[in-house]
């Protein structure tokens, strides 16, 4: 399966992300104006864009048909707590400490939906131009998942190099995770599965 090309915006090289959307792979054009029509933000910001490129995934991340996966039925993002939690009905599955939007680049609160899911995405640096690898120390880490958009934007959760990072208020909108811990809710969670965003 091959992906077409896309874009992330990051503003810093080991910042978070934001893509836009008139390159996304169209797989996801039909389930974004969904999640969009849900959408209640509070404050946002606008950003410049800046070009990724996605990765065929390796046949080593291909789940087998008969793996069995226990899906959450919704995520919380508890901004304060700097922690995502994923339920299956009232049974919380895991929790994770993240990384979250800081002061002027906050991370949108309300009720979103999944609607990106992205293994291994490169990511096209916006100064030099210059295309990093996939992998654990890519600014995007190894998985994206993606649940805000303004139809231009996107925000969603993502990995980093920069774990030590993790729990503070320093990205640009984005949740950053442990790039173990973004793998591990990627297989947890697919596409229209409701991330909620507290205070």
Not at 90 to 102: F, P
Not at 159 to 172: N, R, Y
Request: glycine share 10%; with cysteine; aromatic share 8%.
């Amino acid at each position: 399966m091959k992906f077409k090309q896309l874009s992330i915006s990051l503003a810093l090289a080991g910042g978070s992300l934001f893509i836009p959307a008139s390159l996304i792979n169209k797989q996801v054009g039909a389930d974004e104006g969904a999640a969009l029509s849900k959408a209640e933000t509070t404050k946002t910001s606008t950003f410049s864009i800046t070009p990724a490129i996605l990765e065929e995934a390796s046949p080593m991340d291909k789940t087998t048909p008969v793996e069995i996966k226990v899906l959450a039925t919704r995520l919380v993002l508890k901004l304060k707590e700097r922690k995502v939690y994923a339920y299956q009905d009232d049974q919380l599955l895991a929790s994770y400490l993240v990384a979250i939007g800081k002061k002027g680049w906050e991370t949108p609160q309300g009720k979103f939906e999944i609607t990106q899911m992205i293994k291994n995405p490169k990511w096209e640096n916006p100064w030099n131009g210059k295309i990093s690898a996939p992998g654990p120390n890519s600014p995007l880490g190894e998985r994206w998942i993606g649940f805000w958009t303004n139809g231009k934007d996107y925000i969603g959760f993502h990995g980093t190099p920069g774990e030590h990072l993790i729990g503070q208020a320093v990205s640009h909108g984005c949740v950053r995770m442990r790039n173990a811990d973004v793998k591990a809710l990627f297989k947890l969670v697919d596409k229209g599965i409701p991330v909620i965003v507290q205070p």
